[in-house]
C-alpha cells in the first residue's frame, strides 16, 4: 500500500474517531420532575419588585392602552347580552348574517350565535378598540355551515331548552316557558326539513360546544376567513364613515308563550 493510500486510511478512521467522539459528547435532556407551588399575590409581593422588569411592563402596557382607547364608531344606546334576545345579540346576529350574505352573494338563510359569545356590554356613545376586545374576547373565527332543516330544528330544539340565544332577523321562534320548541319561520317560511340551508356561525360553535351538538352533523363547514370581532370592527368603522351611529332593536324574532 502506497504512503498515500495509508495516509487517506488514516485520515478516514480519525474521522470517523472524531465524529463518534463529538456523538457520544452530545446531551439530550428532558423533563425528569416537576413541582408547583403557589404564590398569593397580596402587597408583599411587591415589596421586592423588579424595576427594570416593571418598566419594561409599564412601556408597553402604555401602548396598548393607547390602541385599545381608539373610538372606531358611537352607538345609540346601551347594549347588553340576554335571553330570549337582547340588543347585543341582535346586534351581533345581524351583522354575522351579512358577512354571510357577502360570501354568498345574498343567499346565505340566517345567523346562530351563543350569548356568552358576549363578555361584556357595549357602551352607549364613543366606541373603542377595546370595547370590541372586552365584548369579543375570543379569537372565533366565522364559518359558513351547511345544515339540513331536520337539523336546524334540533338546533331551534335546543334554543328552546335554554330559552334563546343570538340568531338573526331572518328566523323567527316561538318557544315555549318550559323549553319546548312552538314553531321556527325561516325568512317567513316553514323549515322543510330535507333542505339544505346556509347558516353563519363561530367555529366554536360548529365544533358542537355551548349546546350546539348538532351542528356537528353539517353537511359542510366553510370558513369566512374572518373573525367575529375583525367583522365587528369593520361594521362600526364603516357606518361611522357614512356619518350613522350603531343601533339595535329587540323585534320578537324569539318569542317565549305561556
Known sequence: MSKEKSMKKRLFFLFIILLTISACKQQRYGVTSMRGERILLDGGFDKNRNTSVVRLVDH?????????????GQSSQYMEKGRPESL????????????GDK???DNCDLALMNVDGHRASLPKGDITIGNMYEIFSFENALVLAKLRGSVLNEIFESYA?????????????VISKDGKLVSALINGQAVDKDKVYSVVTLDYLAGGNDGMEALKKADSIEPL???LRDAMM???????KEGKVISSVLDERIVVKE
Open 88 to 99: 347585543l345579540t341582535n346586534l351581533t346576529s345581524d351583522l354575522m348574517k351579512a358577512e
Open 161 to 173: 331548552k335554554m330559552g334563546g340565544a343570538g340568531i338573526s332577523s331572518s328566523a323567527k321562534l
Open 60 to 72: 408597553y402596557k402604555q401602548q396598548i392602552d393607547r390602541e385599545m382607547s381608539v373610538i372606531i
Open 225 to 227: 376567513n374572518i373573525t
Open 103 to 105: 360570501f354568498t352573494n
Open 234 to 240: 369593520n361594521y362600526i368603522k364603516q357606518k361611522a
